[in-house]
């Protein structure tokens, strides 16, 4: 399975409507790959906290089968004519409560939105993501042909039991997009390692190069095998790593050191 992961520049002088363009065009020249990979709200920028409400997009349609959002219209067409499974990264989202969501969208190799997960963890303690959007609340995976996902965004990548529970639900590879400081860099890349080994699974992180507002972004996606070893890691700006995974080699690896099977916490309720 050929994995692509787009590593976006968010340029503040790009304007949203060409840099949706850009990046179609990107996912377009990625045919031959199963797998593209996009970074979190590469759109507007992951700290661009005054662009999420104007640039928010409905997806209630989509799940109907009629795309409402651009971002999501021009995605599914790249998708289509790529020929790829695409993990288009998120987009602010207003769901129809009217909140906020910071939502990331799959489309299948015909151009339909199969998953959409609404990040649990929102960043910022009390501000930005934080407080101006809502929280999604559901594990997702999906099952493509050749391995299960399972589906995390940025902050999330902070909190193991998420994954934990994306293992139980068959996940065999983590895609995790994100708008990752710079500042935080080292916490990144150890981080999505530490994932990958617990866990005995694949772990693409795609973020996102520039500064969003102000806030340097550590760019450096990384594509991690079950072992823990880096097959993949770009460098600050945009760039796009493209890896081989081999299915077999999850399976392999919690055969051959079976840790998950020893697991005793959280795998029942606790007793009263």
């Given at each position: ?6 590593q976006i520049?968010?340029n ?12 179609g065009s990107?996912?377009?020249e990625q045919r ?11 759109t ?6 005054d ?6 997009e ?28 695409l ?22 190799p ?10 649990i ?21 999906a ?126 309720a606790?007793?009263?």
């Open positions: 399975m050929r994995a692509s992961l787009i520049d968010v503040p002088d790009e304007s949203i409507n060409s840099r949706r363009r850009r990046v990107l996912v377009r031959g790959s199963d797998l593209v990979v996009l970074p979190e709200l590469w507007v920028g992951a700290f661009a906290y662009l999420f409400a104007d640039e928010a409905t997806l209630d349609g989509a799940r109907e089968g009629a795309l409402d959002g651009t971002t999501a219209r021009e995605m599914s067409e790249a998708a289509r004519e790529a020929g790829v499974w993990h288009a990264g998120s987009v602010p989202e207003r769901g129809a409560d009217g909140v906020l969501y910071n939502t990331s969208l799959v489309f299948s015909d151009g339909e939105l199969a998953h959409s997960y609404r990040k963890h929102r960043f910022g303690f009390d501000k930005g993501e934080a407080v101006l959007m809502g929280a999604g609340s559901q594990l997702v995976t099952a493509l042909p050749e391995l299960t996902l399972g589906l995390a965004t940025c902050y999330d990548l902070r909190f193991p039991e998420l994954f934990r529970g994306l293992v139980d639900a068959g996940a065999q590879a983590f895609v995790i997009p994100a708008g990752w400081p710079e500042r935080r860099r080292a916490h990144w890349t150890l981080l999505a390692r530490a994932r990958a080994v617990e866990n005995q699974a694949y772990v693409l992180a795609c973020g996102t190069g520039g500064t969003h507002a102000g806030v340097e972004q550590a760019g450096h996606s990384i594509a991690v095998d079950p072992w823990g070893e880096v097959l993949a890691e770009a460098g600050p700006g945009e760039e796009i790593l493209t890896v081989d995974l081999d299915p077999a080699r999850v399976a392999e690896t919690r055969e051959v050191f079976p840790a998950l099977k020893d697991r005793v916490l959280g795998l029942e606790p007793k009263r």
